[in-house]
């Protein structure tokens, strides 16, 4: 599974947003300048993230925008859903029950719509707090440990 640029864009974005709109609204121009990102880009994002009102905008002199909840309210998969990037990594597509031609599921079905699952629940678990101020290395450590301790057992 790879993300597409959507997703880690508005994810850097709205990181940027977080250090930087503290004091006053931040022009999606400085970000892009920032983070090297197109402009045009983050125009088409921030209009996603503000109608799933995680941003807000100011106009006029001194506009911008800022974040429309505190940043530890808003989780990472908060803004990879308002911009929709996917976090199924099956390749079942729409309602399908399955992935095969005939309708079946393929045979590491459950493998894939479980990792869907816990990239899930990572990224419902980090706030834009815990990745401004640094506190996501290590968030899986716990899982990881506990699978290499049931490897081991075999």
Not at 45 to 51: D, H, I, Q, S
Not at 114 to 140: K, N, P, Q
Request: aromatic share 6%.
């Amino acid at each position: 599974m790879k993300l597409s640029t959507k997703g880690r864009y508005a994810v850097m974005a709205m990181a940027d947003l977080a250090r930087k709109s503290v004091r006053r609204p931040v022009t999606l121009a400085d970000i892009a300048s920032r983070q090297s990102i197109s402009l045009s880009y983050l125009e088409q994002l921030f209009a996603r993230l503000r109608k799933a009102e995680l941003v807000e905008s100011v106009r006029g002199p001194g506009g911008g925008y800022s974040l429309a909840r505190a940043a530890e309210e808003i989780r990472i998969f908060d803004i990879m859903s308002a911009v929709d990037e996917s976090v199924d990594v099956t390749r079942c597509e729409g309602e399908a029950k399955g992935c095969m031609d005939d309708g079946r599921r393929c045979i590491t079905h459950d493998l894939w719509d479980e990792l869907s699952r816990h990239i899930y629940l990572f990224l419902g678990s980090i706030t834009l707090e815990d990745v401004i101020a640094g506190r996501v290395m290590g968030s899986a450590r716990g899982a990881n440990e506990h699978a290499a301790d049931a490897i081991a057992a075999e």
